[in-house]
């Protein structure tokens, strides 16, 4: 991988670095709305890597994350460079059309191995003991528990939820306080299952638009299903403006 990068490969990583570090500045500075664009990020960093290779989508990320340090600060670059690694493992998977099943499993894995890390290093940087970590995650569990059980009240499950959910819930927390360092992962990768997916069919569709070969996602069956609702919502809408035009023109 190491090698001589050729000025249309600098050029273009170049370019898209600079799109990504436009991206992150505009996160910073916008009140609202920075979590589509930080999907972005990954996006751009994936098309790098479809463009020119891994070795230039690395050489990009380290020009933006230079760039990132020197007018925002080094502490912006944390969460930028776990969002560009990211999408240069899509890139770098999506190129070698890797099954969608063991991309997923990698991505909620190592993502929550990332948040994980960083929990234990904020931990230790705020000089927050353990203990204390978990009576925070206790006090967030009671929060949780409380308005349960006023929405179960509202909704009129109230007997259901405290004679057979709530006692399996109190079992599963006991264990999880218990084993809070297992416990907490598990329900970081769990919890990774639906921001990951959604990236991955976002950038998935994006790079798709733009013109790149890659596996569909969802492919199979369910692709071939919902082309095909597709094309009749397509037909649903030509055929209810042709009626609303005939009905103008009359």
Not at 58 to 69: D, G, K, P, Q, Y
Not at 162 to 170: W, Y
Not at 220 to 227: E, H, I, Y
Request: glycine share 8%; with cysteine; hydrophobic share 55%.
């Amino acid at each position: 991988m190491l090698r001589r990068l050729q000025p249309i490969e600098i050029a273009g990583g170049a370019l898209l670095a600079d799109i990504a570090v436009v991206i992150q500045f505009l996160t910073v500075y916008l009140p609202v709305g920075t979590g589509p664009l930080r999907a972005l990020i990954f996006v751009v960093f994936a098309i790098v890597v479809l463009r020119r290779g891994l070795y230039a989508g690395i050489m990009a990320m380290c020009v933006a994350l230079f760039v990132v340090a020197i007018v925002l600060g080094p502490q912006f670059t944390i969460l930028m460079s776990v969002e560009a690694t990211a999408g240069l493992f899509l890139g770098f998977t999506m190129k070698h059309r890797l099954r969608h099943s063991l991309l997923l499993l990698l991505g909620f894995t190592f993502g929550a191995l990332a948040i994980y890390c960083f929990t234990f290093i904020a931990l230790l940087a705020a000089g927050t003991s353990f203990a204390d970590f978990v009576q925070f995650l206790r006090q967030v569990y009671q929060g949780a528990i409380a308005a349960i059980n006023v929405i179960a009240i509202k909704a009129g499950l109230g007997g259901l939820w405290k004679q057979t959910i709530f006692p399996q819930v109190t079992q599963l927390a006991g264990w999880g306080f218990t084993n809070w360092w297992l416990a907490y992962y598990l329900a970081l990768w769990f919890g990774m299952a639906t921001p990951i997916t959604a990236i991955y069919t976002a950038t998935n569709f994006l790079v798709r638009l733009l013109g790149y070969d890659v596996r569909p996602f969802p492919d199979g069956r369910l692709n071939k299903l919902l082309q095909r609702v597709k094309r009749r919502l397509i037909r649903a809408s030509v055929k209810r403006r042709l009626i609303r035009k005939q009905g103008v023109n009359v």
